[in-house]
């Protein structure tokens, strides 16, 4: 059975017809839908318009003049209640029809059209809506069909039907098609067909972001039936916004494998997105009897770009033997060729990783029969190309005491030929971070060298370095932040791999610096006091009244008393620091000048008997008195010689010089 409505509006206007309470969706001209009720628009001279099921996204509809809306149900199908309101629209710039379109989240609409056409499409807030051209067909035309983008901000601009990447756009906009005049010549040349598929998604999800989702049996043998169309498979892959019809009959949970897959593209840096792009686990339908094992994000980076991983929960860490993740979902991080670069779980001390190449995300259960929440797992960025020619950079920020284990990418199987990775490692004002290379493997070389060494953060400064064919310590403490890079060489046998344990702790050194300053710092001062203080001591006994001894020709030697000279002594007395023996005996060469005996220049002469002229005799003194002026015994000895030889007449050889009492300092002191 048929229903058909001819509807015309005035000349010049439109009619519309209305199916917001219901909603429409376009399908192939040789598909069928679900519950059997088949819509169909044409405009004048039956130009078909397209080809419409129940439950869709399509809003409404205006078509010039006049046109058909039909109903096909098949015989002896019961007629549902559908309702769709027409009205008198105003006059439309389209050729034949206007078609509005409503979007919603992560949906998507399939348009084919053969004439002229234009498509309103409204986008909710804060969403994007992704264009993507799959086949068209041209006829023969003196010009070239075309297709303009029209936005409700005034952006305009014409796309290219045959260009394979996504137009990506934002806010409410139209996509005109004009329809080219054709060849009258080429009778039998196709229609203009034309088939693009619109797709909207939040925000934060940049480039072509489908997922697919794909089901798999584990086990052969078992009963379970995988039924897609009706047509029994061993695996189905449903594309994104699909509405493919998926049978699963006699399935247990064990029975399937459950992924998702999809990609994240982004064709230019400046078309980036500027948010980070959450990498978030879909949420199945309740009617799948399994749950999701994995889910995969593939990223691709513009050229001379970077992709950058953080996670939403601060920090990651590499699960490595004897450091295992104890989080319910693990994510693996590969290239996109499959290299791996390491399985990692969130509370760690890697704050970011930097990848200069395409790579791709797989998060995964850690139990057999666990459910993924449907939860962010990393952020992604796009950033600018990494500086350098390292293909990973991982910036780490470890905490005291705590070890932090970090691996070559590929581990344990090595490093791929001629590939650099570089760790970023931040280490604290009054730190050291001492480093411990385990399980090195290196490998022998037949171009270049397997490379760790050290450097500096912010400077050329290398603190360690070594290659495969080389010894070097497998420890080292740094003081400062610095940066960790390992180069891998063409490996002619093995490879090289190698877990670096980095752990903080205070700097001894710099406490040891410090308690020598501190001990240097009181050096210095009590070096300072001391001179102080022997100034103040000399400047003291400089003020002080030297003593001295006195030798008195006509009477005794005697000590000054502590009050000064004796007031017993002539006033004629001479005071001496320092007596020579010319001084002493001046009176007896004078008194032997007078004689005779001595001469200007006379020296020692042998004793031949008693002079002719006695000299008067000396007064006895006692000894101890004698001892008290001179500070050798040997010289005591002499001066006692002396007095009984002038007792006998003999004088000795007196132009020698004795000091006879204390030598006085010349600065003062004794």
Known sequence: RTFTWNLKAPTAQAFQIDFTKMGLRQINPSESCPDKHTFTLEARGNVS??????????ISAQVLNQGRFSLHVPA??????????????EKIKCEFSCVSVRLFFLT????????????????????????????HMLPQCRKKPALEYQSKRNVNFSLSMTDTKPVQTEGNFSLILRNCEMDRRHKNSPGLNLNFKVSAAKMNSPGWFLMDVMIQKKRPGSECELKMKSVTQEKITVPPGSTTQVSLQDCLPEDLHITARTVIECYQLKDCPKAPVLLTVP???????APLSNVTWTLRSPPHGTVELRSPNGTLRQSLPGQPCNDSIV?????DDG????HFCSQGAIKKVQIHTNMTVTAYSTGNKAQMSPKPVLSAFFREEISGNKEYIFTVSPKKGIPVHVATPGWPGGMKPHSTVSWIVSVPSGMGAHLMFANLSQPKCSKGHASIWVQSLGSQEEMYSRREDEEADSEITVYKSFYLNMSNCLPEKDSFSVVTQITLHKNKNLLLTVILSVVAALLAIFSIVLAVVCVVIRKKKKKLHHQVSIYNPNGTSSWPEPNGIPKSLDDDSHVYATI??????????????????YGEHDTYQEFTGPPSHHAPPLPNRPP????????????????YHTERQSEEGHFPDVTGSRELGPRLDPEGGN
């Open 49 to 58: 318009i397209g080809k419409y099921c129940k439950k869709g996204t399509i």
């Open 76 to 89: 002896k199908q019961k007629l549902q209640n559908a309702k769709f309101d027409v009205s008198t629209g």
């Open 108 to 135: 998507s609409v399939d348009i084919q059209y053969q004439y002229g056409n234009e498509w309103d499409f409204q986008v909710p807030a804060k969403h994007k809506t992704y264009v993507q051209f799959s086949n």
């Open 283 to 289: 949420v199945l339908p309740d009617c799948l009897p």
């Open 331 to 335: 994510v693996k991080l590969a290239e």
């Open 339 to 342: 290299t791996c670069l390491g």
């Open 580 to 597: 020579e023996d010319t001084l002493v005996y001046t009176h007896l060469l004078r008194k032997g000048e007078e004689m005779g005996i």
């Open 624 to 639: 101890s008195q004698g001892q008290h002026m001179v500070d050798n015994e040997l010289y005591h000895n002499e001066l």
